[in-house]
């Protein structure tokens, strides 16, 4: 059987294959994009958000998370759960109705649709006759109310959708039942409330747009009660012993109506305009909640005056004399009150406002004075300020660890101790077996550190490089701060803040060392900081150099932004992260390039002009290289800068012409009229330019580009190691950077032993410069050892967390350019393997990253292996240092050309990159290593009424919940696309054009199953992964 194989199949390495390699997309970390809808199950304690791309995301307690995607792609307008039950009911923008429930499945539940309906009225009937406006899921679990536009309210039989035509509550049945004096006014138009009495189940409250309020007999169809109302009315509840209605009004006014046996006035118990007397805008949903001390609350969306305050987007909270408006940042989509789920119980006693946002969630503590906020344990809002870069560490120390969270615990003194009160379900997936951080660099100049162990992104730290620099804004400035007795009582909340102070603050580079607790952030203007990890504040100055990359050459001109200034004299720095050393490159142009080896206490940085290296133990810069290729002027124009010049542009417009001619000619069809355009457009440079060259079938000719390209100097990557760069005796540190021009320079460094650091010099040479013939950018550049490892990280050996590199055998290089991979032996510097990854379709590597997969079968087997993504999106794993192709996924569309240029790989075979501007979709390579939520609800035992506590006291019992299944594809599988939150968002050009805008350099204003859990990072270089 053997002779009929392929050439080169070992069925044993297929296996092995199978045991090492599995794609899966595991979690979606974040704050969904454009959320639409809002829904809160007091029994299961389970939240849902429903967003304008069709998706359903269900969220309990920490590690619970559902989501389901409708197969419509229509927004969801509103979410219900069912009374009691794992189910709810969504209503889509385009009137269907949607069934889900959490079905237990091998231990797990899951979130499936059920079934689909669409109401449909009787023949010839307007549209707006069955145009669904509000719903009502009975308690009795069987049926649903329907209001519609139209006015009238229909019955569905759950489950199956079933129409009850006999029991529709017409606009006509109740106007008969109305007095003489309310027939004559147009009270119905749209149904606006629809509520159930707490106490009698054959009560509703239907409320109409045009004032009037009707609660309805069920069992005898008839009105037993009315209230008409002057003004347009937006919303209406009840008091939850029925004795009371509060209705809410387009002119900012809320009354309280009085239902009861004894009385049927017409006029209101009581009628307020809380922002009054001059105009105000509509207060658009109320409640109005009692509790064991007597006097109630009042929380309302809306209602502020319309001249001053009317772009505001406020909710009221008002009790026992204090009022509170809540200022949020961006609009409200919904909000829902956390009180007593017990329906038997005497009073309310709110303990929680949730109000859904527009770009993030926020939870306020309504028991604790001052109404303070609750941290989220997931749902952050990562984008608060526009993601510009991102980095992942995996394995952190734990000393590092407790010292980072230490220090974001002072910067979180202002939230509320009450435990999460979300926390339904159970998570049944184990703990993580490691530490690990994701970083995020934002355009404001931050750096946030998450926790990404786990299912939960959780917020650590965040670090501002801001009060280094002189800006418009004085960073002391409190811009919520407000006098008491100021009016409206305007309070900012949550951490949304689109906008940035200066542009040029924006993180475009970071690197963390795990070890010494060193950290090196590069920005947009040319700026390189290197902090270090203090647990005390302090006050102290920043020490400035400045790196000339262009060394005085003549003819050259910075045409874009200004540096930065930087701020003179001490500062003070909290606790954290502090910096000690700038190095201002010039010109000020984006960093696009950093490394920083924290035993040799150097930093290196790199930009579109050239690469420099500073020693930050000596303060001192080491060198500075300049790679600009005369042509490059464009380099020079900077990213904010939008001024090209019109030759430069016709001359390369003209250049991409003649090469599509030239691939056009060797793609064209024979036949006479093939031939004729050929020989028209061919010339005597192109004939001698293309040759028949027999290609192997998943490979192409790569065409050698010009050296007059633009930004060929710029730098892609640098890397630091210690290998034989001058002789095979011996072996000393180095620094190597790649070009997008296909060059490579290495330096040699001599970096004196720790007892005369600060007495002697850093020295560096250049030892050696490779030009790549087909001059592709240089995207990797890694050094393994004699045994063909990777060189371990700085201080990896010494906190005996590797193994010492074999420095015996022979040093290889391994050089990844966009097109191809070339292993080149060391010192010699001559070519050994190469790898052609470019396929037929023309992709190009756009990320690499080294991995170590282990066996799912064994546990002391693994490998390393290169992960590459390129820009079509499919992610292939190469074997080191033979070079040979392992699988190949499909894993981002080719048509996300930001998500791509987000993806971080991970040291273990997992990665991250944004489905949206708010969110991380993580996935997984390896069988080993994966991070998935695991979860189970059980509405059987969801009988529990306790509330969360505040402080150190044990919370509520924990329900059972669980989440979506994670999408496996094992090697050479076809992977159905599935209802993935991804698959939706990224069908908005405009959510793409978003995140590119935010992770390209050019910014152009000042605006803008085995479930072991995993670590996430290294990226082709010394240390983890970054973007």
Known sequence: MRRFLRTGHDPARERLKRDLFQFNKTVEHGFPHQPSALGYSPSLRILAIGTRSGAVKLYGAPGVEFMGLHRENNAVVQIHFLPGQCELVTLLDDNSLHLWSLKVKGGMSELQEEESFILRGPPGAAPSATQITEILPHSSRELLYLGTESGSVFVVQLPGFRTLDDRTISSDSVLQWLPEEARHRRVFEMVEALQEHPRDPNQILIGYSRGLVVVWDLQGSHVLYHFLSSQQLENASWQRDGSLIVTCHSDGSHCQWSVCSDSRSPEPLRSSIPYGPFPCKAITKIFWLTTRQGLPFTIFQGGMPRASYGDRH?????????????????????????????????????????????????????????????????????????????????????????????????????????????????????????????????????????????????????????????????????????????????????????????????????????????????????????????????????????????????????????????????????????????????????????????????????????????????????????????????????????????????????????????????????????????????????????????????????????????????????????????????????????????????????????????????????????????RAPVVGILVLDGHSVPLPEPLEVAHDLSKSPDMQGSHQLLVVSEEQFKVFTLPKVSAKLKLKLTALEGSRVRRVGVAHFGSCRAEDYGEHHLAVLTNLGDIQVVSMPLLKPQVRYSCIRREDVSGIASCVFTKYGQGFYLISPSEFERFSLSTKWLVEPRCLVDSTKTKNYNRPSNGNGTGPKRTSGQVRNSRSQSDGEEKKPGPVMEHALLNDEWVLKEIQSTLEGDRGSYSHRRSHRVAVGCGLGNGEGGS
């Open 314 to 774: 406020c909710i009221s909270v008002v009790h026992n004399g204090q009022q509170t408006a809540f200022d949020f940042t961006s609009r409200i989509i919904d909000f829902t009150v956390l009180s007593e789920a017990d329906p038997a119980a005497a009073f309310d006693d709110p303990y929680a406002l949730v109000v859904l946002a527009e770009e993030e969630l926020v939870v306020i503590d309504l028991q604790t004075v001052g109404w303070p906020q609750v941290q989220l344990p997931y749902l952050a809002s990562l984008h608060c300020s526009a993601i510009t870069c991102s980095h992942h560490v995996s394995n952190i120390p734990l000393k590092l660890w407790e010292r980072v969270i230490a220090a974001g615990s002072r910067q979180n003194l202002h939230f509320s101790t009450m435990e999460w009160p979300i926390d339904g379900g159970t998570s049944l997936a184990p703990p993580p077996p490691q530490r690990d951080l994701l970083l995020t660099g934002h355009e404001d100049g931050t750096v946030r550190f998450w926790d990404a162990s786990g299912v939960c992104l959780r917020l650590l730290y965040k670090l501002s490089t801001v009060k280094v620099f002189l800006t418009d804004t004085d960073p002391n400035e409190n811009l919520s701060a407000q006098g008491e007795d100021e009016w409206p009582p305007l309070r900012k909340v949550g951490s949304f803040d689109p906008y940035s102070d200066d542009p040029r603050l924006g993180i475009q580079k970071i690197f963390l060392c795990k070890y010494s607790g060193y950290l090196a952030v590069a920005g947009t203007a040319g700026q390189v900081l290197v902090l270090e990890l203090n647990d005390e504040a302090a006050e102290h100055a920043v020490e400035q150099a400045e790196a000339d990359l262009l060394q005085d050459q003549e003819g050259y001109r910075w045409k874009g932004h200004e540096r930065l200034a930087a701020r003179p004299g001490p500062v003070c720095f909290e606790a954290g992260f502090q910096p000690f050393v700038l190095v201002q490159c010039q010109p000020p142009a984006v960093v696009t390039s950093l490394a920083l080896h924290s035993e040799w206490r150097l930093v290196a940085f790199g930009t579109s002009h050239g690469f420099g290296l500073f020693d930050h133990q000596q303060r001192r810069q080491v060198f500075v290289k300049c790679t600009l290729h005369p042509s490059d002027q464009l380099a020079l124009e900077g990213p904010l800068s939008r001024v090209k010049s019109l030759k430069k542009s016709l001359r390369q417009s003209f250049r991409r012409m003649r090469r599509s001619r030239v691939s056009g000619h060797k793609r064209r069809p024979g036949g006479p009229m093939g031939e004729a355009q050929a020989q028209a457009v061919s010339t005597k440079a192109e004939r001698t330019g293309l040759q028949n060259m027999e290609l192997a079938p998943v490979q192409r000719k790569i065409e050698a580009r010009s050296a007059e390209d633009s930004f060929t100097g710029f730098v892609r990557t640098l890397y630091f190691a210690d290998t034989y760069l001058r002789d095979s005796s011996r072996h000393c540190p180095s620094l190597w950077a790649g070009t997008n021009g296909g060059t490579v320079y290495a330096f040699s460094l001599r970096v004196p032993p720790a007892e005369r650091r600060m007495d002697e010099l850093v020295r560096a040479e250049q030892a050696k410069e490779i030009q790549l013939m087909h």
